[in-house]
């Protein structure tokens, strides 16, 4: 069974300032996808960026980017630039890509994030 | 972006009734969605895999004739809590994914606003 793993269970980042949160994850399959998630006080889910095992390069959505290493199975996310709106818990998640693999999200325990004015 | 809708937001009951949670696909056909629950400040915990036409698929541990699934159209799927018990008091999450063909981004996962239950 996949796990996924975040190691912080709180990070603290200044206004305009850049954070990275991490993420592990264990699995034996070869094709898979990444997500982080952002969870605001609404508890409505929100993608925040996603990441195909496939691709080598890592992907970047505006001011959250990500470094993906597939051999050591970590997945981090860095955010540039933070804004008071990006105050929320995220979570990591993982989800099998080929046709027999779980096919719902497993996510780790999740980052509460504050952002300091 | 895809709309899931789920409801209500926040529903209240007494120990012993049951409650039923609609989660809705509003511009996609959904095969498959997906039942949540989270704790407060914990993650999500899959419950069950709701299937079109087809009985559920529930994790380990979750008791499929308490948290009973209906997924009856390619549009929706409810989860009924039944004998509801305070312990059962929890926020709850239903995903959905946009089929393969359907669109481009089917490898992300929708979600509901979420409904949080209290039992009393």
């Known amino acids: 069974a996949q796990t996924v793993t975040q190691s912080q269970p709180e990070m603290s980042v200044q206004e305009a300032e850049t954070v990275t949160l991490s993420c592990t994850y264990d699995?034996?399959?070869?094709?898979?996808?990444l997500f982080w998630y952002k969870q605001p006080p609404s508890r409505q889910m929100i993608l925040v960026i996603r990441?195909?095992?496939?691709?080598?390069q890592n992907a970047t959505e505006n001011r959250f980017s990500v470094n993906f290493q597939k051999a050591a199975k970590s997945f981090s996310l860095k955010i540039s630039d933070s804004q008071l709106g990006d105050a929320a818990m995220y979570f990591c998640a993982y989800r099998s890509a080929g046709k027999t693999g779980r096919r719902a999200l497993t996510f780790g325990s999740g980052t509460r994030l504050q952002v300091q004015p | 972006g895809a709309v899931v809708s789920q409801h209500p937001s926040w529903v209240i009951c007494k120990s012993g009734t049951s409650v039923k949670i609609e989660c809705r696909s509003l511009d996609f056909q959904a095969t498959t969605m997906f039942w949540y629950r989270q704790f407060p400040k914990q993650s999500l915990m899959l419950m069950a895999t709701?299937?079109?036409?087809?009985?559920?698929t529930y994790e380990q541990g979750v008791e499929k004739d308490k948290f009973l699934i209906n997924h009856a159209s390619l549009t929706l799927s409810t989860l009924t809590v039944t004998s509801a018990h305070p312990e059962d008091s929890s926020f709850y999450i239903c995903?959905?994914?946009?089929?393969w063909g359907q669109g481009i981004r089917n490898t992300e996962a929708f979600f509901g606003q979420g409904t949080r239950l209290t039992v009393v």
């Open positions: 699995t034996s399959e070869s094709d898979y996808y």
């Open positions: 990441q195909e095992a496939y691709k080598q």
């Open positions: 995903s959905a994914r946009i089929p």
């Open positions: 709701s299937n079109e036409g087809s009985k559920a």
